[in-house]
């Protein structure tokens, strides 16, 4: 019974962390930015460099750009997938794109920065890039000769370019996502201090340290009265958009402009700093606040300047995205939470506690075989960082786990075939692995040159290898 | 008028067969709706993504939601 009350408990103040601390400042400007790349940047815009002519050093990085740009839901990236390779730049691309879509996109990428850290976001990006292009090449050297069920359309690629202010737009949302998360100094500068008086302020503070305790070990977060009021805030927003936003494709209503302004505002709140002290709460406003409080004004000229409907389809996006992934990551976070007071972390060190070629494949069988919803990949990632996992076979794990789900794998056999589908998963696992031994040697201190030799010889060596074992193969 | 909605079954390609639909009774048009959700079906246009809008066999739209007023424009003889 106790424990039941320790895992619900633990499940309670995981949620309460998680919205307090990570979905204010890096996953509401994120599905804002979701919503604005699905609504605003026209697909064309991408596509039109991955017709069936584009050379390679084109088709390759476009791949992975359109991966990470137009990819935010599931329901885009099967046709793409399937129209990349059927009638444009061919098998190679079109995987690159599938690999890299899931660990690349907004969403993914802003969330892991917040909760794991940059350095874990930086590194999912660039080795998600470096080996989506790697495996891209090889599924395309490896099936070379077998073009047969392609039939280039090169009219599906015609020209199309994304509007300036489209572009200045999008740019406004993602700069007030990293000035509202970005960790540096000069962000934290002090520009003014106001003390309000409020005897309880500390005894509110402990209640609540009481019932969501701080844990370091475990990587319990606590919560502070500011996160409180934050819940607060977003439940009224939740409210308000229900109407405000998930009806906005009918025309703009009083709802729609009160939850902006209480998104606008709370995300102003939320880069306050708030601190309980003896004679109340000490309230600092930090280059932070200013920064998204400016940002958030700019954002309201610019979206004067489109048409109306463009920016209802924007809202509308938006609304839908969260609606789809919103849901699923509260239970998710909640679930791990519960989990949490389960694994020893003794398991998990023994297990894959230091960055061994086994402890790797650790990491990407259990991406394998758990599914886990978009996004939840992330608060199981940072359960089993705080429970002691090496960050190799995390990044393993997290290179695994969206890019091999058996949806997915499903998927893309019925598009491309078992064969292709299955040596595409062999080669996911394989880089995953040495994805996350790359990164663990340069977390315990090898030298970034003597790395990135490694990792491109190694690549070099494997391409080199199937040229030569394609050449020999008489035709 | 014979009107084809491709799209895999997602929320988008659903707003779109809904958006056709009151435009095409707004007209007063008749017309024949037909939801493509076989991805062999869809991949023989020459479209890249969904939702895309098809009428009479000529791809007037894809990968993005039309205004009422363009789907209206295209729907006029």
């Given at each position: 019974m106790e424990l039941l009350v320790t895992a619900l408990q633990s499940g309670l103040a995981s949620l309460a962390a998680y919205l307090a601390?990570?979905?204010?400042?890096?996953?509401v400007p994120a599905f804002f930015i979701a919503g604005a790349l699905s609504?605003?940047?026209?697909?064309?815009s991408i596509l039109r460099f991955l017709g069936p002519d584009a050379p390679k050093y084109v088709s390759y990085p476009a791949a992975a750009g359109a991966g990470s740009l137009l990819a935010v839901c599931s329901c885009t990236v099967q046709p793409l997938f399937a129209g990349i390779y059927g009638k444009g730049a061919g098998l190679g691309p079109a995987i690159t794109f599938l690999f890299f879509a899931p660990a690349a996109n907004i969403l993914a990428l802003s969330y892991t920065g917040v909760a794991l850290g940059a350095d874990f976001a930086i590194a999912r990006i660039l080795l998600a890039l470096v080996f989506g292009i790697g495996i891209g090449l090889l599924m395309a050297l490896l099936f070379r000769g077998d073009e047969k069920a392609r039939s280039p359309m090169p009219e599906a690629f015609s020209d199309g370019g994304i509007p300036r202010r489209n572009l200045a737009f999008v740019g406004t949302l993602v700069a007030l996502l990293i000035a509202g998360t970005l960790k540096v100094d000069w962000l934290q500068a002090e520009l003014a201090r106001v003390t309000l008086a409020w005897d309880g302020a500390a005894a509110a503070q402990a209640l609540l340290d009481r019932l969501v305790p701080v844990d370091e070990l475990r990587g319990a977060e606590g919560l502070s009265l500011q996160g409180l009021a934050l819940i607060v805030l977003l439940g009224l927003i939740g409210a308000v958009a229900w109407r405000g936003l998930g009806k906005v494709d009918e025309g703009f209503n009083r709802l729609t402009a009160v939850s902006l302004g209480l998104t606008f505002a709370t995300l102003a709140f939320a880069a306050l700093g708030v601190r309980a002290g003896s004679e109340g709460l000490g309230i600092t406003v930090t280059v932070r606040t200013l920064a998204v409080a400016v940002l958030c004004g700019l954002l309201l000229p610019q979206a004067r300047r489109f048409e109306a409907w463009d920016m209802q389809q924007w809202l509308w996006e938006t609304w839908r995205f969260v609606k789809m992934i919103f849901p699923l990551l509260v239970v998710g976070v909640f679930l791990v939470g519960v989990v949490r007071t389960f694994i020893q972390p003794e398991w998990i060190q023994a297990i894959a506690g230091s960055n061994t070629v086994l402890a790797n494949l650790a990491g990407v069988v259990f991406g394998v075989f758990m599914y886990f919803p978009t996004l939840v990949e992330v608060p199981i990632a940072k359960m089993f960082l705080s429970l002691g996992m090496h960050p190799g076979p995390l990044i393993a794990y997290l290179m695994a786990d969206p890019e091999l789900s058996l949806q997915s794998i499903l998927i893309t056999s019925a598009i491309i075939g078992k064969l292709k589908a299955w040596t595409y998963v062999g080669l996911v696992a394989l880089f995953a692995t040495a994805a996350g031994l790359a990164y663990g040697a340069w977390v315990d201190g090898m030298a970034f040159a003597t790395l990135a030799l490694m990792v491109g010889g190694g690549l070099a060596v494997l391409l080199l290898a199937l040229r030569l074992i394609e050449r020999r193969r008489p035709c | 008028m014979l009107i084809k909605i491709l799209g895999t079954g997602c929320a988008k390609c659903n707003r779109l067969e809904q958006l056709t639909r009151e435009a095409v009774a707004e007209l007063g048009i008749d017309a024949t709706f037909e939801h493509v959700k076989e991805m062999d079906r869809i991949m023989?246009?020459?479209?890249?993504?969904?939702p895309a809008l098809v009428i009479d066999e000529a791809?007037?739209?894809?990968?993005r939601m039309p205004s009422r007023e363009e789907i209206v424009g295209w729907l006029k003889p």
């Open positions: 601390a990570h979905v204010l400042l890096c996953l609504a605003l940047v026209p697909q064309q | 023989a246009y020459p479209v890249m993504t969904t791809v007037k739209v894809s990968g």
